[in-house]
């Protein structure tokens, strides 16, 4: 009796322990207003239910964008967009975080529109003092212009995570021990547009942007940003270690998750820089703790 309780008792404390995920904190919805500012174009935001949502409009004369009233060093932020639908072809929306400097830090989720009914690719990069050339593309498992989706940024000093809704699509580990840089001591800004950028985006550029379907809109909830706010030259967080971001739970990607990166990796890669050998003859050294080989 006393062993069966015993077990009872194991298997309580595993389930337990087990169902503790890394997924990060929820994000809480707000206001456009209370974390960001237009960039440019002001007159192609246009905003709704008190600002719980923005669109961002580009038409032949403009795109837009807007960016984070404050700068941070490290955190989770995100964003539900809507991309645009139809014919889409020719069109980026961009969602990104980037420092101010010359070597520069970058984070990016860049939104590749596409002809009616022809799928999106999603592609990120990573730039690290100033060096990007780290690529990745992937087709996404659900049409984004259909509903909104939550597309997110975890960062801390161990690791960035990219994520889609709550799957990791990528994660660029902190390989300084090996020579890669990690941004650590820069803060970012975060940032988004949408612009015409049909000289490149679809089918690398041979898509045009059919102006007759002008305007083209992208939709935005959420504006949810948890970092550590810094001064643009702070050099660290001042409470640096004690979010729950640096906590052990966020340090790595837990099985699962890496069960779900492998998944999109298999299933959903269009391109990988870890694997174009013309470019890179050999690995760049963070691929494969990154599990991007
Ligand atoms: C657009 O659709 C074509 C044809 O399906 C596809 O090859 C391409 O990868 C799609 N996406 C972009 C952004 O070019």
Not at 60 to 70: A, N, V
Not at 135 to 153: A, C, G, M, N
Request: overall charge positive; aromatic content about 18%; charged content about 20%.
């Amino acid at each position: 009796m006393a062993s069966f309780l015993w077990s009872l008792c194991l298997s309580f404390l595993f389930l337990v322990s087990g169902a503790r995920s890394a997924q990060p904190k929820k994000p809480v919805d707000v206001q456009f207003g209370r974390n960001y500012v237009p960039t440019w174009a002001f007159d192609h935001i246009k905003y709704y239910n008190g600002g719980a949502e923005a669109q961002l409009i580009l038409d032949k004369y403009t795109g837009t964008g807007f960016q984070s009233k404050g700068s941070y060093l490290f955190g989770h932020f995100s964003m539900h967009i809507k991309m645009v639908a139809g014919d889409s072809a020719g069109v980026v929306t961009a969602f990104y975080l980037s420092s101010q400097n010359t070597e520069h830090d970058e984070i990016d989720f860049e939104f590749l529109g596409n002809r009616t009914g022809q799928p999106y690719i999603l592609q990120t990069n990573v730039f690290t003092g100033g060096k990007g050339n780290r690529e990745q593309r992937i087709y996404l498992w659900f049409d984004p212009t259909k509903t909104y989706h939550t597309y997110s940024v975890l960062w801390n000093m161990y690791q960035i995570v990219f994520f889609v809704d709550d799957v990791p699509i990528r994660v660029f580990k902190n390989s300084k021990d090996i020579g890669v840089r990690f941004p650590f001591d820069q803060p970012m800004k975060i940032y988004s547009s949408l612009w015409n950028a049909d000289d490149w985006a679809t089918r690398g550029g041979l898509e045009k942007t059919d102006w007759s379907k002008a305007p083209f809109i992208a939709s935005y909830k959420g504006f949810h940003v948890d970092g550590c706010e810094a001064s643009v030259n702070a050099k660290f967080c001042a409470t640096q270690g004690k979010r729950w971001w640096d906590q052990k739970a966020f340090q790595d990607l837990d099985a699962a998750q890496y069960k779900r990166l492998k998944w999109v990796r298999q299933k959903y890669t269009i391109y990988n820089y870890c694997t174009d050998r013309v470019r890179f003859p050999t690995t760049p050294v963070e691929c494969k703790r990154d599990r991007d080989i």
